[in-house]
Nanobody, 128 residues
Framework: QVRLVESGGGLVQAGGSLRLSCAAS????????MGWYRQTPGKQRELVAS??????????DSVKGRFTISTISRDSAKSTVYLQMNTLKPEDTGVYYC???????????????????WGQGTLVTVSS
């Protein structure tokens, strides 16, 4: 079973930094993209940053220039995505969810399909 395990959330003062990590493990063939989403009370979950094929990055306007997403793939069945968050602001507060779009084999067919997986979420609180 494919799993995403997040870590790195916590409480930080405005202007500070945090680094989130998300480790993907399990039986997948490859990773199409990984990303971080943020959710605050009363709002929909929104994309913060994503990385596709380990190269192409995309950021929400609110975090451009402050956040950096990167990924390390140790082998075809394990990969970690990081979100370095600098110059944090109180409005960055929220639960951050890791997301992965994976390519997995359909058992017994030799074919592949996409599988979207979410992490359990990690709370980031930025105090003013």
């Amino acid at each position: 079973q494919v799993r995403l395990v997040e870590s790195g959330g916590g409480l930080v003062q405005a202007g500070g930094s945090l680094r989130l990590s998300c480790a993907a493990s399990g039986p997948f063939f490859s990773i199409n993209s990984m990303g971080w989403y943020r959710q605050t009370p009363g709002k929909q979950r929104e994309l913060v940053a994503s990385i596709t094929r380990g190269i192409d990055t995309n950021y929400s306007d609110s975090v451009k220039g402050r956040f950096t997403i990167s990924t390390i793939s140790r082998d075809s069945a394990k990969s970690t995505v990081y979100l370095q968050m600098n110059t944090l602001k109180p409005e960055d507060t929220g639960v951050y969810y890791c997301n992965a779009d994976l390519r997995v084999e359909v058992p017994g067919t030799g074919r592949f399909r996409s599988l979207e997986v979410w992490g359990q979420g990690t709370l980031v609180t930025v105090s003013s």
